[in-house]
Each structure stands twice: as C-alpha cells, then as structure tokens.
C-alpha cells in the first residue's frame, strides 16, 4: 500500500505441519519502510526467526500475505542478503571465493565485483584473510565474512538470522559497533533478530517485540538515540529507559518470573547485567 | 607435516614388509619347505625377472579393467548418490532395495555376466564395477546428507539452479565423503577384475593365477599374487594422494 514500504505482513500465520503441529506465528500485520534498521526481538521459540525465514522465501507462510517490495513472496526473493546465525561458509573456499558465491549464483561477471571484495574485507578488518580459509579464522571474523558475502551485491534488504548468538560478549560488542558502522554506510534495511535486549536497543531504530508462542507483534518500540552511538551509550538514562520497558513487557507477558527467584532467563539479560 | 607423516608411515610399512619377506626366506630355507607348497620369495622375485614382459602384459590388462571398473563406479555411483537423496520417495523406497542388493554376493553373479556379455573385456569391468560401486553410492549418500541445514539455507536464498546448487554446495560437501568411498572402491575393483578373469578369461592376473593353479606351478600364483599386492597398492596410494590433495582446504586432523 504504501509505496515506500518494503515488506507488508497482513495476518501472516506460520503452522509447522506434523503430529504436533506448532503454530510458530498467528496474525502478523506489519508495515516495514525502507532504510530501517529493525531489531526483532523475542524470547526462545516465539516464532521471530520464523519470520525472518519467510520474508527471505526460506520458509513459506500457511496463510495471509507476505509482501516484499510490493511482491507477494514465493520463494526467495531478488537482492536480498541473508546471514545466519552459524556463519555457513563453505569450507572449502577461501574467503575471498565465499564472498563471490552470490555472484556466481547470479551468473554475474566477476571481474566486476574484484573491487567490491577488496572494499568490504577492508572494511571489515579482514583485508589480509582474503586468501585464507574458514577454518583458519576465529568466530568474529567467520562471521564478519558470512556478513560481507551477504553485502556481496549491494542487497536493499539485509536478513539477519541471530548473527552474533554463537559469539562470547566482547566480540558481540565489536560486532556491534562494526554492524552499525556499515549500516550507516549502506543504509538500507535490515531486519535483525535477537534475543539480546542490549543488542536489540543499540542496533535499531526500531525494536519489534515478539510474544511467545504463537508468535504475534506485541509491541513495536521507536528508539530515538542519536548515531553512531558508542557503547557506552548502554550506560546512559534514555538507553535503561528503553531497557527498562521491554522488560517490563517480557515480565507482563510472563517471560520473566522474578518472583520465584528463578534463574529468570538470564540469557536474555546479557549486556545489561 | 602431512607430507612428512605421510613418509614416515610408508617407510614403517616397507620396513615391516621387508622384515617379513627376510623371515619367509630364512624359514623357507631353513625347513626346506618344497616350492610346490610355498616357493622362496627370491625365486618368486626370479620368476617375475625372467618374464616380465609377459607379467607386464597381464598385469595392464587387469589394471586397465579395474580402473575401467573403478571409474564407471564413481561416476555411476555418484549419479545414482545424487538422484537417491534429490526426492524422499526415491530415499524411502529405492535406498533399502540397493541396500539388499549389496547384500548379494556379486561374485555369484559373475558367471550371470559372461552369459550375458561373452567373455571379453566388458563383463570383467562390469564385474569390477558392481562390487566396487556400492561404496560409493552409501558413502556419497552420507555426505550428500550431511550437508549443513544453514548451508543449505543459503543456496536456497542465493536463488540458485539445480545443478548450481549441486556442482557449487552439495557436491564440495560431499567430497571428503566421496574419497573415502573411493578409497574402499578400488581396493573392490581389483578383486572385480581378478572375479571376472577367474569366471572366464585368456588375459589378466586371474587368468595368470588360474592357468597356472592347472599346472601345479606355485612360482607363477605366488608371482602373480605379488604383482596384485602392489598393484593394489598403488591404486590405493593413488587414491589417498588424490583425497589429499582435494581435501587440502581441511583442517588438519589431530592425531
């Protein structure tokens, strides 16, 4: 409908057939404009990677309408990047040839992504890896690769899979600031999941919450902080303000039982502890 | 590192091999053992100088069947790989037939092939194919299989063509798999190919065994077996030096 969105979601479901059938997400209505930065936010399971997966065509919704760039989605659509939450290079190219995968797939020249390459493990940190292999990287750097593959053809839509869920805390910081660096490079959207809500707060310019099981949108929050913002900017009022709220949303929606002095998923609580 | 394990494994092996022909020489002598039971291996070694032309001879022809075999095997048995794994249907219903057949002894079957196909070169090699191509086709099953669900995830959203996909993901993936299935299969092939020449043969190192069992000459089976020793060898060194070399970009192994 409105011509500078670039995904609409109306009354998206989301059933996993089988014995049990799990309903992953139940009456999804979303309107995302473009040149956003989106966290998705959520706790285990509540159906947020699912529709990461069915925006990307990965997955395919069981009922309502899921548009991307005005095109009801039916398989992947075109110029999209996708990063997972496991980096998946392949392991037998070095670096620089995982870069060009999307480019062989897409039966484009070359020759003429050569520079393009060089720009982004520049940018990256990742210049002198170019010929290295996989295995020959640490974790962040992985992952910094599986990123610039994803930026490989200048994609207006970045899905973004749990990218740093596999990283210890500092690194995920480094991620951070590295993520919001080129972000503010390329400006265009990008649909991050996460179960961090640190991460979620400083990355987006928006933060959608996620319900549990069945997944719903229970609240989309506007984060006005202003960028680059470092990260000490976790320390500031406005930033625990936003914190403070999201919590407080998990605790009504009885995600987090403080109460029983439970262990109260404490994973969802890294980086603000 | 590789390089220098590799060596140093290869001279073990000689070593030992070369300690155990001393030992087979010095009991042999020493027990006066008749050659018709079990010749010296110095007369073996003898026997293959005096004639190694014609050794030579033979020898080529059991080889060029086992790798005629050995790769229709690999090529077939990837095909097959591929096409079992591409549908569940074929998975559920085809997988457990191959399974059975595999349970077949083939060398029962050997003289089914010289019916069908005359007693040339052709049912030697398809002998050698049939045993050796079942490990291909569980072992690039397996790596077919394992391919990573993330990375699987991105050839889908990479929008790519079936045979992309295949060439450029599932195939690389499947690799180490495949080689190790290679590694069994050519060890497979050659006794094919010995199978084929006992079932029918005037050529070959089988036909060389089996003629030479009718006249009681020991010398010549026992020349002939060495010759197979070595070829088998080889072959498989072949095969290991090519899962090296393809599987450089691997970590490693920790031994």
Known sequence: MNGRSIIEAQAVRKVFPGKHGVTALERVDVDIPAGRFISILGPSGCGKSTFLRCVGGIERITSGSLRVRGREVNGPPEGIG????RDALLEWRNIRRNLLLPVEFARKPLAQYRDKVEELLAMTGLADFADRYPHQLSGGMRQRAAICRALIDDPDLLLM????????????????????????????????????????????????????RPGRIARTLRIDLPRPRPLSIRETKAFGDYVAEIRDLFQQMGIFKERDNAPASGNLMEGKA | MKGARHAHAIAAGSLSGLLFLIAWEVLGRWLEVKPVVLPLPTQILAEIIDAHDWYLDHSLFTLMTTLAGFALSVVLGVLIAAILVSSRLFERYLYPLIVALNNVPKVAIAPLFVIWMGTGTEPKIAIAFLIAVFAIIVDTVHGLRSVPPDVADLAHVLRGSWWQVFT??????????ILSG???????????????EFVSSQRGLGYVIMSAQGMFDTVRVFAALFILSALGLLLYAAVVWMEARFTAWRPAKEE
């Open chain 2, 168 to 177: 450029k993901v599932n195939l690389p993936c499947a690799l180490p798999s």
């Open chain 1, 82 to 85: 996708f990063v997972f939450q």
């Open chain 1, 161 to 212: 899979d749990e990218p740093f869920g596999a990283l210890d805390a500092i690194t995920r910081d480094q991620m951070n600031i590295e993520l919001q660096r080129i972000w503010m490079s390329t400006r265009n959207t990008v649909l991050f999941v996460t179960h961090g809500i640190a991460e979620a707060v400083f990355l987006g310019d928006e933060v959608m919450v996620f319900s549990p």
């Open chain 2, 182 to 196: 290679m590694k069994i299969a050519i060890s497979l092939a050659l006794v094919g190919a010995i199978v084929g």
